[in-house]
C-alpha cells in the first residue's frame, strides 16, 4: 500500500505552483485519506511561490504543513496516522508531525538535509524510505 499512497501524493503535488520543486502529501488512518497537501502560497495568497530571483518566498507553507493543518480545521485526528510525502521532512515539518502524533512517515525522495529525519527517529517515528 505504501507505494500506491507516494504515487497519490506524487499526483497531489502537481497541484503546486510551485516551479522549484512540487511536494505533495497524504495523511492516512485506518486506510482512509483523512488530509492531504502540497507545497503552496497560504489560502487567499497569489499561487506563486518564487519570487523575482526565483527564491522561495518566506511565508509558502510545505505540503507537510498543508496537511497537518488541514486535518486540524477538520473532525479528524492525525493521532496514530501515516504521512505519505514525495520529499522527507524538513525539520520544521518534522516538529510539527511530532506534535500532531503521527507515528510513521513514507517518503520517496531526500531532501538536502536530513535534519528532520533524525529528529523524526530521536522521537520513535517510524520513517520509511520507499524504493
Known sequence: MDKRYLAMAAIWAQNSYCKRRQV???????????SDGYNGTPSGFENECEDENNITKPYVLHAEANAITKVARSNN???GATLYVTSSPCIECAKLIIQAG???VVYSDDYRVDDG???????????????
Do not use: F, H, N, P
Not at 505533495?24 to 483523512?34: F, R, S
Not at 529525519?117 to 524504493?131: H, N, P, S, T, Y
Open 77 to 79: 485526528s492525525s493521532e
Open 102 to 104: 503521527i507515528v510513521r
Open 24 to 34: 505533495g502529501a497524504l495523511l492516512v488512518k485506518d486506510k482512509m485519506i483523512i
Open 117 to 131: 529525519i533524525r529528529l523524526l527517529k530521536r522521537a520513535g517515528i517510524e520513517v520509511v524510505r520507499a524504493e
